[in-house]
């Protein structure tokens, strides 16, 4: 379940910024990892290509975490490489490209989230490549997605992203969630890191913006929604960890291109869930209603430990 690799990877956040939960969360890496990794299509793949590059992320910043340690396994990045190839094979001419949601679907679904994901995970793999010959490699995937994303017509005239493209390759103005405007922000900056100077900081300045503008996903207190909250309908289990994720981006964005509206938003997001929890620290879905027991799962917690850490990480 990819909802697994977004609390593995909030876990790992966690464990950079307070080392005392180092040993565990290694720990709990290596036991997700060996108990999991002949499951499903085989390392970390099946049907969906997004829940491959989920965990293809968990892995690296387990990579990361682990580097220069006794518990470091070159397996972890070795999963990720794979999960890319994996990705990169199932590049199609519908739409002149992209990434199908579903291997399986005989109408391929042009999702904004797996083209994102598939992004971050070129671009952070070209970042951690042995020879010039692998950066290159991972380099043109990363910005081979990038120009047929920016101009595929998913980013509309307000500055975000909607879910994906319809049958005749036009933007189908589904739902502006939170997690595909956070993705791209740490893809962006991860594309910048690789790319120095290029476009990529712009691009995720003039999207982050345009989130905290945009009165759908921030309230008039400047709280993240989503939109599904809004609806009367329940959000769903996906949905509820979408507000994490996009604080996660936010802040891998400020620490890379600074700035006070971020670093604030971050500061009064953690601040408002916080005041929302209940006693024991349960969270729960909306960041500015008293705790709601109904409404609380692992998503809303993972998303409540998210925000946490990315206010944390840009004091």
Known sequence: MWQSARCLTALIDLATIETSFKSNVTAIVAHTYETNKSKGGGNFTNDYYDDGGWWALAFIKASDMTQGTEHFMPEYLDTAKLIFDNMTDAWGTKCDGGIPWRRS???PYLGAIQNELYLSVAAHLANRAFTAMEKSKYLY?????????KNSGMINSEGIINNGLNDRCKNDMGTTWTYNQGVILEALVELDKASPGGCCLDDANRLAQAVLENKNLVNERGILREPCETTGKPCDGDQRLFKGIFTDGLATLHKRSPHPIYRQFLERNAEAMWATSSRNGQISLRWTDPFNETELDVGT?????????AAATVQ
């Open 141 to 149: 995937g990363a910005h081979k997605e990038w120009s047929w994303f």
């Open 105 to 107: 679907d005989p109408h």
């Open 301 to 309: 917690q993972y998303s409540g430990l998210a925000a946490l850490v």
